[in-house]
Protein backbone atom coordinates (compact mmCIF):
# COMPACT_ATOMS: atom_id res chain seq x y z
CA UNK A 1 0.00 0.00 0.00
CA UNK A 2 1.11 3.59 -0.72
CA UNK A 3 2.72 5.32 2.31
CA UNK A 4 1.92 9.30 3.44
CA UNK A 5 3.68 11.35 5.88
CA UNK A 6 1.93 12.42 8.61
CA UNK A 7 4.63 15.05 9.63
CA UNK A 8 7.87 13.10 10.17
CA UNK A 9 6.37 9.99 10.55
CA UNK A 10 5.14 7.56 7.90
CA UNK A 11 2.12 5.26 8.12
CA UNK A 12 0.06 3.71 5.28
CA UNK A 13 -2.62 5.87 3.20
CA UNK A 14 -5.13 3.94 4.94
CA UNK A 15 -4.91 3.00 8.45
CA UNK A 16 -7.22 0.47 10.96
CA UNK A 17 -9.23 1.80 13.70
CA UNK A 18 -9.42 -0.71 16.27
CA UNK A 19 -12.35 0.52 18.69
CA UNK A 20 -15.09 -1.67 17.32
CA UNK A 21 -13.11 -4.51 18.38
CA UNK A 22 -14.07 -3.73 21.94
CA UNK A 23 -16.86 -1.98 22.28
CA UNK A 24 -19.64 0.37 20.55
CA UNK A 25 -20.84 -1.53 17.88
CA UNK A 26 -22.50 -4.91 18.94
CA UNK A 27 -20.46 -7.65 20.45
CA UNK A 28 -16.68 -8.63 19.77
CA UNK A 29 -15.17 -11.40 18.10
CA UNK A 30 -12.02 -11.86 19.64
CA UNK A 31 -11.08 -14.57 17.12
CA UNK A 32 -12.24 -12.45 13.64
CA UNK A 33 -10.43 -9.59 15.31
CA UNK A 34 -7.44 -11.03 15.53
CA UNK A 35 -7.39 -12.31 11.95
CA UNK A 36 -8.67 -9.05 11.04
CA UNK A 37 -5.09 -7.62 12.81
CA UNK A 38 -2.62 -10.02 11.06
CA UNK A 39 -4.65 -9.72 7.39
CA UNK A 40 -4.59 -5.59 7.92
CA UNK A 41 -0.40 -6.30 8.71
CA UNK A 42 -0.27 -8.91 6.02
CA UNK A 43 -1.84 -6.07 3.24
CA UNK A 44 0.44 -3.55 4.31
CA UNK A 45 -1.74 -1.22 6.10
CA UNK A 46 1.00 -0.23 8.84
CA UNK A 47 -0.93 2.50 11.64
CA UNK A 48 -2.77 1.00 14.26
CA UNK A 49 -5.41 3.03 16.14
CA UNK A 50 -6.41 2.63 19.75
CA UNK A 51 -7.09 4.46 23.40
CA UNK A 52 -7.21 3.26 26.62
CA UNK A 53 -10.52 4.22 26.87
CA UNK A 54 -12.07 1.32 24.60
CA UNK A 55 -13.03 -1.25 26.25
CA UNK A 56 -11.83 0.16 29.50
CA UNK A 57 -8.23 -0.98 28.19
CA UNK A 58 -9.41 -4.02 26.59
CA UNK A 59 -8.71 -2.63 23.30
CA UNK A 60 -5.11 -1.80 24.12
CA UNK A 61 -4.69 -5.45 25.88
CA UNK A 62 -6.46 -7.19 22.36
CA UNK A 63 -3.39 -5.69 19.92
CA UNK A 64 -0.84 -6.44 23.11
CA UNK A 65 -1.74 -10.08 23.39
CA UNK A 66 -2.25 -10.55 19.61
CA UNK A 67 1.02 -8.81 17.60
CA UNK A 68 3.81 -8.68 20.33
CA UNK A 69 5.91 -10.72 17.79
CA UNK A 70 5.00 -8.30 14.97
CA UNK A 71 5.60 -4.58 16.73
CA UNK A 72 8.32 -3.53 14.50
CA UNK A 73 5.68 -3.99 11.51
CA UNK A 74 3.41 -1.27 12.73
CA UNK A 75 2.92 2.15 13.83
CA UNK A 76 0.82 2.48 16.96
CA UNK A 77 -1.27 5.29 18.00
CA UNK A 78 -3.01 5.18 21.38
CA UNK A 79 -4.72 8.05 23.13
CA UNK A 80 -5.31 9.17 26.87
CA UNK A 81 -7.54 11.71 28.66
CA UNK A 82 -10.90 10.77 28.66
CA UNK A 83 -12.40 8.57 32.00
CA UNK A 84 -15.16 7.44 33.15
CA UNK A 85 -16.89 8.18 36.25
CA UNK A 86 -18.52 5.79 38.73
CA UNK A 87 -22.11 6.60 37.63
CA UNK A 88 -21.07 6.08 33.88
CA UNK A 89 -20.71 9.43 33.10
CA UNK A 90 -17.67 10.53 30.58
CA UNK A 91 -15.07 13.22 31.77
CA UNK A 92 -11.73 14.42 30.99
CA UNK A 93 -8.68 14.60 32.52
CA UNK A 94 -5.71 16.47 30.65
CA UNK A 95 -3.79 17.41 34.01
CA UNK A 96 0.09 17.51 33.73
CA UNK A 97 0.35 15.16 36.77
CA UNK A 98 -1.77 12.43 34.86
CA UNK A 99 -0.11 12.18 31.48
CA UNK A 100 3.10 9.86 32.52
CA UNK A 101 0.62 7.34 34.67
CA UNK A 102 -1.59 7.03 31.71
CA UNK A 103 1.18 6.26 29.66
CA UNK A 104 2.67 3.65 31.81
CA UNK A 105 -0.68 1.98 31.92
CA UNK A 106 -0.80 2.03 28.40
CA UNK A 107 2.63 0.40 27.62
CA UNK A 108 1.59 -2.20 29.62
CA UNK A 109 -1.42 -3.03 28.52
CA UNK A 110 0.37 -2.80 24.66
CA UNK A 111 2.93 -5.13 25.37
CA UNK A 112 5.66 -2.73 24.25
CA UNK A 113 8.36 0.09 25.31
CA UNK A 114 7.03 2.93 23.51
CA UNK A 115 4.21 4.61 21.34
CA UNK A 116 4.92 5.67 18.39
CA UNK A 117 1.50 8.32 18.34
CA UNK A 118 0.18 9.57 21.70
CA UNK A 119 -2.51 11.49 21.19
CA UNK A 120 -4.59 13.45 24.23
CA UNK A 121 -7.96 12.40 23.52
CA UNK A 122 -10.32 15.35 24.09
CA UNK A 123 -9.19 18.91 25.21
CA UNK A 124 -9.96 19.27 29.08
CA UNK A 125 -11.32 22.47 29.15
CA UNK A 126 -9.78 22.99 33.33
CA UNK A 127 -6.53 22.44 31.55
CA UNK A 128 -4.14 24.79 29.70
CA UNK A 129 -3.04 22.77 27.01
CA UNK A 130 0.06 24.38 26.98
CA UNK A 131 0.37 22.44 30.12
CA UNK A 132 -0.83 19.09 28.82
CA UNK A 133 1.42 18.90 25.73
CA UNK A 134 4.17 20.01 27.42
CA UNK A 135 3.78 16.63 30.06
CA UNK A 136 3.44 15.05 27.45
CA UNK A 137 6.53 16.23 25.75
CA UNK A 138 8.43 14.49 28.54
CA UNK A 139 7.49 11.34 27.56
CA UNK A 140 8.64 11.97 24.09
CA UNK A 141 12.46 12.91 26.19
CA UNK A 142 12.17 10.06 27.90
CA UNK A 143 11.78 7.65 25.14
CA UNK A 144 8.05 6.64 25.94
CA UNK A 145 6.35 8.18 22.85
CA UNK A 146 7.67 8.95 19.39
CA UNK A 147 5.18 11.61 18.63
CA UNK A 148 2.79 13.26 20.04
CA UNK A 149 -1.20 14.03 18.50
CA UNK A 150 -4.12 15.59 19.48
CA UNK A 151 -8.09 14.68 18.66
CA UNK A 152 -10.73 16.61 18.28
CA UNK A 153 -9.49 20.22 18.83
CA UNK A 154 -9.83 23.25 17.54
CA UNK A 155 -7.04 25.27 15.12
CA UNK A 156 -6.43 27.84 17.71
CA UNK A 157 -5.46 24.96 19.99
CA UNK A 158 -3.53 23.25 17.74
CA UNK A 159 -1.35 26.14 17.63
CA UNK A 160 -0.71 26.93 20.65
CA UNK A 161 0.28 23.18 21.39
CA UNK A 162 2.05 23.26 18.75
CA UNK A 163 3.95 26.06 20.38
CA UNK A 164 4.94 23.91 22.75
CA UNK A 165 5.95 20.65 21.14
CA UNK A 166 5.42 19.82 17.25
CA UNK A 167 2.20 18.16 17.10
CA UNK A 168 2.31 15.31 14.24
CA UNK A 169 -0.86 14.69 13.64
CA UNK A 170 -4.92 15.64 14.44
CA UNK A 171 -7.27 13.20 14.54
CA UNK A 172 -11.01 14.29 13.96
CA UNK A 173 -13.97 12.94 12.80
CA UNK A 174 -13.98 13.92 8.94
CA UNK A 175 -15.80 12.04 6.33
CA UNK A 176 -18.04 13.38 3.33
CA UNK A 177 -21.02 13.97 5.65
CA UNK A 178 -19.01 15.37 8.60
CA UNK A 179 -16.84 18.11 6.90
CA UNK A 180 -16.55 20.48 10.32
CA UNK A 181 -12.30 20.49 9.86
CA UNK A 182 -12.28 22.00 6.07
CA UNK A 183 -13.47 25.75 8.18
CA UNK A 184 -10.30 25.71 10.26
CA UNK A 185 -8.38 22.82 11.05
CA UNK A 186 -6.94 21.66 8.02
CA UNK A 187 -6.06 24.55 6.92
CA UNK A 188 -4.25 24.90 10.47
CA UNK A 189 -2.57 21.70 9.74
CA UNK A 190 -1.39 22.06 6.08
CA UNK A 191 0.12 25.90 7.99
CA UNK A 192 2.29 24.01 10.72
CA UNK A 193 3.08 20.98 8.79
CA UNK A 194 0.67 18.39 10.39
CA UNK A 195 -1.01 15.66 9.45
CA UNK A 196 -4.30 14.98 9.88
CA UNK A 197 -6.24 11.39 10.48
CA UNK A 198 -9.88 11.10 9.83
CA UNK A 199 -11.96 8.55 12.32
CA UNK A 200 -15.00 7.40 11.16
CA UNK A 201 -14.31 7.89 8.13
CA UNK A 202 -17.51 5.78 6.37
CA UNK A 203 -19.79 7.75 8.63
CA UNK A 204 -19.87 5.09 11.25
CA UNK A 205 -20.87 2.64 7.93
CA UNK A 206 -23.61 4.64 6.93
CA UNK A 207 -21.25 5.69 3.73
CA UNK A 208 -21.34 1.82 3.05
CA UNK A 209 -24.89 1.36 2.28
CA UNK A 210 -24.64 -1.52 4.73
CA UNK A 211 -26.91 0.02 7.32
CA UNK A 212 -30.40 0.28 5.99
CA UNK A 213 -32.64 0.67 9.33
CA UNK A 214 -31.12 3.38 12.27
CA UNK A 215 -34.24 2.57 14.50
CA UNK A 216 -33.30 -1.26 14.70
CA UNK A 217 -30.10 -0.44 15.91
CA UNK A 218 -29.43 -2.28 19.58
CA UNK A 219 -29.09 -0.55 22.83
CA UNK A 220 -25.17 -1.47 22.73
CA UNK A 221 -24.73 0.66 19.47
CA UNK A 222 -23.26 3.75 20.67
CA UNK A 223 -25.11 4.99 16.53
CA UNK A 224 -28.30 4.29 18.15
CA UNK A 225 -28.55 7.75 20.21
CA UNK A 226 -27.51 9.74 17.30
CA UNK A 227 -29.53 11.89 15.81
CA UNK A 228 -28.12 11.36 12.19
CA UNK A 229 -29.63 7.71 12.80
CA UNK A 230 -32.61 8.23 13.97
CA UNK A 231 -36.17 8.57 11.87
CA UNK A 232 -36.51 11.13 9.06
CA UNK A 233 -32.75 12.15 9.63
CA UNK A 234 -31.68 8.59 9.06
CA UNK A 235 -34.21 8.62 6.00
CA UNK A 236 -33.01 11.42 4.31
CA UNK A 237 -29.27 10.59 5.09
CA UNK A 238 -29.90 7.05 3.57
CA UNK A 239 -31.33 8.73 -0.02
CA UNK A 240 -27.48 10.34 -0.66
CA UNK A 241 -26.03 7.36 0.20
CA UNK A 242 -27.99 5.52 -2.15
CA UNK A 243 -27.21 8.10 -5.01
CA UNK A 244 -23.52 7.30 -3.76
CA UNK A 245 -23.89 3.70 -4.39
CA UNK A 246 -24.98 4.18 -7.95
CA UNK A 247 -22.03 6.80 -8.13
CA UNK A 248 -20.05 4.01 -7.06
CA UNK A 249 -21.52 1.11 -8.94
CA UNK A 250 -21.25 3.00 -12.05
CA UNK A 251 -17.03 3.30 -11.47
CA UNK A 252 -16.96 -0.31 -10.79
CA UNK A 253 -16.56 0.30 -6.82
CA UNK A 254 -17.89 0.22 -3.85
CA UNK A 255 -19.25 3.57 -1.87
CA UNK A 256 -17.07 2.72 0.85
CA UNK A 257 -14.13 2.78 -1.78
CA UNK A 258 -15.38 6.11 -3.39
CA UNK A 259 -15.58 7.91 0.59
CA UNK A 260 -12.05 6.58 1.37
CA UNK A 261 -10.41 7.78 -1.81
CA UNK A 262 -12.33 10.98 -1.46
CA UNK A 263 -10.97 11.70 1.69
CA UNK A 264 -7.04 10.93 0.45
CA UNK A 265 -7.77 13.08 -2.70
CA UNK A 266 -8.57 15.79 -0.08
CA UNK A 267 -4.74 16.17 1.03
CA UNK A 268 -1.26 14.67 0.95
CA UNK A 269 -0.59 14.33 4.25
CA UNK A 270 -4.38 12.38 5.28
CA UNK A 271 -3.98 8.78 6.65
CA UNK A 272 -7.88 7.76 7.52
CA UNK A 273 -8.54 4.76 10.22
CA UNK A 274 -11.63 3.14 8.87
CA UNK A 275 -12.87 0.71 11.98
CA UNK A 276 -13.49 -2.90 11.38
CA UNK A 277 -13.81 -6.13 13.17
CA UNK A 278 -13.83 -7.96 10.14
CA UNK A 279 -11.49 -9.33 7.44
CA UNK A 280 -14.00 -9.26 4.71
CA UNK A 281 -14.79 -4.73 4.94
CA UNK A 282 -11.05 -4.86 5.97
CA UNK A 283 -10.42 -6.15 2.00
CA UNK A 284 -12.88 -3.69 1.00
CA UNK A 285 -11.56 -0.80 2.31
CA UNK A 286 -8.01 -1.07 1.17
CA UNK A 287 -8.81 -1.04 -2.42
CA UNK A 288 -9.47 2.79 -1.85
CA UNK A 289 -6.12 3.27 -1.72
CA UNK A 290 -5.62 2.59 -5.51
CA UNK A 291 -8.65 4.28 -6.94
CA UNK A 292 -8.63 7.60 -8.33
CA UNK A 293 -10.96 10.27 -8.24
CA UNK A 294 -10.68 12.99 -11.38
CA UNK A 295 -11.60 16.48 -10.62
CA UNK A 296 -15.23 16.23 -11.81
CA UNK A 297 -16.04 13.14 -9.88
CA UNK A 298 -14.53 14.88 -6.39
CA UNK A 299 -16.95 17.90 -7.03
CA UNK A 300 -19.90 15.56 -7.59
CA UNK A 301 -19.23 13.67 -4.93
CA UNK A 302 -18.81 16.75 -2.51
CA UNK A 303 -21.59 18.47 -4.05
CA UNK A 304 -24.12 15.59 -3.07
CA UNK A 305 -22.73 15.46 0.39
CA UNK A 306 -22.83 19.03 0.67
CA UNK A 307 -23.20 20.24 4.93
CA UNK A 308 -26.91 21.69 3.88
CA UNK A 309 -27.66 18.43 2.44
CA UNK A 310 -26.94 16.48 5.95
CA UNK A 311 -29.85 15.89 8.18
CA UNK A 312 -29.13 15.76 12.47
CA UNK A 313 -25.69 16.36 14.36
CA UNK A 314 -23.22 14.03 14.99
CA UNK A 315 -24.03 13.61 18.40
CA UNK A 316 -26.18 14.27 20.58
CA UNK A 317 -26.14 17.80 22.30
CA UNK A 318 -24.12 17.20 25.74
CA UNK A 319 -21.48 15.33 23.36
CA UNK A 320 -21.24 18.38 21.12
CA UNK A 321 -20.80 20.93 23.57
CA UNK A 322 -17.77 18.49 24.52
CA UNK A 323 -15.88 19.13 21.51
CA UNK A 324 -13.10 21.94 21.27
CA UNK A 325 -14.34 23.54 17.95
CA UNK A 326 -13.88 26.81 16.39
Not at 91 to 102: I, L, N, S
Not at 240 to 245: A, E, G, M, T
Not at 272 to 285: F, Q, W
Request: proline letters at 5%; charged letters at 25%; one cysteine or more.
Amino acid sequence: MKRVKLGDLEVSAIGLGCMGMSQSYGEADPAESERTLHRALDAGVTFLDTANAYGAGRNEELLGRVLPARRNEFVLATKFGIVRHADGTRGVDGRPEQVAARCEESLRRLNTDVIDLYYLHRLDPNVPIEETVGAMSELVLAGKVRYLGLSEISAATLRRAHAVHPITAVQSEYSLWTRDPERHVLPACHELGVGFVPFSPLGRAMLTGALVDGDGLPDNDLRANMPRFKGENFSANFALVQRLIKFAADKGCTAAQVSLAWLLAQSDAIAPIPGTKRVSYLDEDIVAAEIELNATELAEVRELFAPQNIAGDRYPPALMKSIDRD
